[in-house]
């Protein structure tokens, strides 16, 4: 309970930065745009380079969870994609999908460290005990 509360005063916190950032700069679609540029694909293949790495044991609920919250990623990233920002209807939604997606990518990159700090601690269990 209390990760999950850090993970959303961290979110919050990037949010409120991107909402700084976009409004330092007068203006309200930086942050859209930015998502829609597309120049996300290497972030998409290190994750699943880490998640391929972190998921060997299955029941990691950290892994998992990082799991689901990259695949949330690349659908909002996908929804917000197709979005037509010059019309004024479609900006909310727009702001509100693109707010999902960094909580999504923020929650995917704190599971990982949470789900490799497991796994060192682990790996480092493993070899203490088989020195012995």
């Excluded at 699943?48 to 609920?61: K, N, P, S």
Aim: charged share 15%; glycine share 6%; aromatic share 10%.
């Amino acid at each position: 309970m209390v990760n999950y509360l850090k993970f959303y005063l961290v979110a919050c916190a990037f949010m409120a930065l991107v909402i700084f950032i976009s409004s330092m700069m007068n203006d309200w679609l930086y942050a859209v745009r930015m998502v829609q540029s597309g120049r996300h694909e290497p972030l998409y293949i290190l994750l699943g380079l880490v998640l391929g790495f972190t998921m060997r044991a299955r029941v990691d609920d950290d892994s998992i969870s990082a799991l689901v919250c990259s695949i949330g990623m690349a659908v909002l990233g996908l929804m917000v994609g197709g979005l037509d920002i010059t019309n004024p209807a479609t900006v909310v939604t727009g702001f509100v999908l693109t707010v999902m997606f960094f909580s999504a990518m923020l929650g995917t990159v704190l599971f990982l460290l949470r789900a490799l700090r497991k796994r060192i601690r682990n790996d480092e269990t493993a070899t203490a005990s088989s020195a012995e």
